[in-house]
């Protein structure tokens, strides 16, 4: 057999040893983006004194002409604060366990400036597949836990412990394609000036950051604190006026001037005394799904070295909360787990040149497993800063907002569903429901509606219902007066941005028993985009046309353990006594409304279902296939 086509694979590229920095707000033909290859060396950060080494073998490496990325978990933080470098240490280093680093600074022989189209064709480069973005991803904490962390928060604010907290917690997610091209899609979608991606060979990483940690030019440094959230608005005057709210909110300019005074005080530590000003305060800056407010504060140094400015900034206080050591040990009472990247800060050096992001917006993927293809998955931060009056349900709406960003990108495919038309005689045909006219509508716009959450596609259902009363109405009028055609086949695909296109054929009728090939393709079972139904089918198209030219109705794949899928256009079932079996989902199909419907009444169940289990049931005349427009039908393998 065959292997899948990298458009429906979920790839495992080899590792490029690169870093790229993107700047998606410089003009298009300025080389504002840093592409950073040809790694010589790199150092892992597992404890403070490895974290002291990495740093000063950063600064040589500067101060040689040799350009350096680094890469610092939130937990690298706590190393540089004796109170909490105790906890820091264990958090990721359980008892008997390999210690896992929280910080990696590579060090570089080559710095490529590009223009943005210049950096997308690298990020294109390393796959040709076309399909490439993020599933909707899953809190790791729920609402009424996240709430009773919050009312702590709020008690250790009423006793005077801290003035702010931020609060975060971690999601879930999955990618399909290639990393690079999600991390463009994603780039391209929402652009922003502080945006990275890591391909490292055990370290992988996209930075979608709008937020300027610190930059230093010479000896001047310049910080860019976020914070304070609204959603965007579709209607552009109700969104200007929610710009203008944020802008005015007390709460948030509360908020945000905290965290200046915060970094004020950090730029202490490292700048002229006297050289501190705030340049701009409450600035609306605004993305595809939500407006910021930021401020910016600059500073003349007196020291410029990577290290010492790490020592007196990390973590950025817009993201630990005031006082910082303080907030910083209500984090770790509160929080579910580590942070991990998210929140730290990922950053480059050249010259007398420095620029670190503020790591939010951020994934770090999971190490793929195995050599097979695979699908990809990680994980996503999202928080907020906790004051006395935050309500614990806005906060975990702000949290779950700041994900969206995953799936602004179109994916470039369509979703679809093709449902059967039963036209009723002239009689009926106004005053039937729609569900007497196509039998499963109900379990196709529950289908459409679950594939559009976890996509992140527009859905309308009575859009949707619209639609199909529409085709209809198209049939009835161009029915010939002696056309006694009943039967029809209607597929509605739905767009990214929530269009609905529909088109419609007779339904011929098939009799007896269907025959069935085999597809020399193999699916891989941990495909997530096989669990919808997409326009981004080619092999299935491809596996029905090698089909009907063999006078089959369909072809069968197996998986790469040897596992029986499905059809290209059907799900498969065998018959064991008063039951039927069809494989489970995570075989790699997809969940057909037909299987649906027979799962849920008991007539049928799953089961893993091998290429001897089909060649015997078509033997023995017990081999069905079947979906929502033949309903199930009796095969042989040819």
Known sequence: MGHLPSSQVSRVPSSRSAVLFRDGLAAPDVAASLLCSQLLETRDVIDAPTLSVALTAAESARRAGRLVVFALDYEAGRLLEPKLQAGAESDKNPVGGARVPVGHVWIFAKADWLTQSEADAWLASSDPAVYAGCLRGRPLLDEKTYAEKLQGIREAIADGEVYQVNLTFPMDLTIFGDPARVFMNLARAQPTAYAAYIDMPEYQALSLSPELFFSVQGDRITVRPMKGTAPRL??????????????????????????????????????????????????????????????????????????????????????TGAPKVAAMKKIEAWECSPRGLYTGTIGWALGEHIQANVAIRTILLDPPLGNTPTKRTGVLGVGSGIVWDSVASDEYAECLLKSEFLLKPDPGFTLFET????????????????????????????????????????????????????????????????DRTRQYRVRVDLSHGGDLKTSWAPLPPLAGRVPLIWSDIRLVGENPLLRHKTSARQFYDAAIELAMAQQAFDSLFCNEYGEVCEGARSNVFVREGNRLLTPPVRCGLLPGVLRGALLDSGEASEAILSIADIKAASREGRLRVGNALRGLMPATLK
């Open 234 to 319: 579709a209607d552009p005057v109700a969104d200007r006026v929610q710009a203008d709210s944020l802008r005015a909110s007390e709460k948030n300019r509360a908020e945000n001037l905290m965290i200046v005074d915060l970094l004020r005080n950090d730029l202490g530590r490292v700048a002229i005394p006297g050289s501190i000003r705030v340049d701009t305060l409450f600035e609306i800056e605004a993305y595809p799904t939500v407006h910021q407010m930021t401020s910016t504060v600059s500073a003349s140094l007196r020291v410029t070295g990577l290290e010492d400015l790490i020592r007196g900034l990390f973590p950025c206080g817009s993201v």
């Open 419 to 482: 449902l059967r038309l039963e036209l009723p005689p002239d009689a009926l045909l106004d005053t039937l429901p729609l569900v007497e006219i196509y039998p499963d509508v109900r379990r196709h716009k529950l289908r459409l509606a679950s594939s559009s959450q976890a996509l992140g596609f527009a859905f309308d259902a009575s859009a949707f219902e619209k639609s199909l009363w529409a085709v209809k109405r198209e049939i009835r009028q161009k029915l010939g007066a002696n």
